[in-house]
């Protein structure tokens, strides 16, 4: 069965600094890939996706992820931290084994210090 | 695109006290359909989804029960609830892919 690594549970960084969550996933072949993010008390918020083709994907509010198959890696990054930022981001991933459900990882709380 | 509606935001109830959480689905038919649970500052359990009316699998064995009256109503139920059911709700569809899921805004239940 496949399955989602996030290693930092909890990651803090200066505004205006850059950012980079990591995604590990196991899984015989490339799945689909995604990254979500969940403001306190809300819902998720699709951030970006990877299904194909160009390993650099451009998402939402200014974050781009890079596949790296060698690695079996989806990290997350942005250039510029901003202080609305501040939030739980999910990676996750889904493959044509299991019926189409997303497998997530347990989520990085991120934090912006001022 | 899509959009989830959940009621209600948040939930109060006793131990043994039934429940019953409602996810409707508007601008997209037949979807497929989704019940995750969070517990407290950790990631999500998917405990149930649906591909059609009346069609529900069960993810994890436990006390509650989902049920699709509605191609696009979901309903997650319990007959009593237990402490352990306190969490944080999300109903969820899939994209146009079948693949990315979009999220409701999630029902918060306490059980005290």
């Known amino acids: 069965a496949q399955s989602v690594t996030q290693p930092d549970i909890h990651i803090t960084v200066s505004e205006g600094a850059s950012l980079e969550l990591r995604c590990n996933y196991s899984y015989g072949a490339t799945p689909y890939l995604f990254w979500y993010v969940q403001s306190p008390g809300q819902g998720l918020q699709l951030l970006l996706k990877?299904?194909?083709?160009?390993?650099l994907v451009q998402g939402i509010k200014g974050f781009e992820a890079e596949f790296k198959r060698s690695q079996s890696s989806f990290n997350l990054r942005k250039p510029s931290v901003h202080w609305s930022d501040a939030a739980e981001y999910f990676c996750a991933v889904v493959t044509t084994t299991n019926a189409g459900k997303s497998t997530f990882g347990d989520g990085t709380t991120l934090t912006v210090k001022p | 695109s899509q959009t989830i509606h959940q009621w209600p935001a948040t939930l109060v109830q006793p131990v043994g006290s039934p429940l019953s959480l409602e996810c409707t689905v508007e601008g997209t038919s037949n979807p497929n359909l989704y019940w995750y649970r969070q517990a407290a500052g950790r990631g999500l359990q998917l405990l149930f989804y649906s591909v059609g009316i009346g069609q529900i699998s069960s993810e994890v064995p436990q006390n509650l029960s989902a049920s699709r009256p509605q191609d696009r109503q979901f309903i997650l139920s319990s007959k009593k609830l237990l402490l352990s059911d306190s969490g944080f709700y999300l109903c969820?569809?899939?994209?146009?892919?079948?693949?990315?899921?979009?999220f409701g805004p999630g029902t918060r239940l306490t059980v005290t």
């Open positions: 990877y299904f194909s083709g160009d390993t």
């Open positions: 969820a569809t899939t994209g146009d892919r079948g693949a990315e899921q979009y």
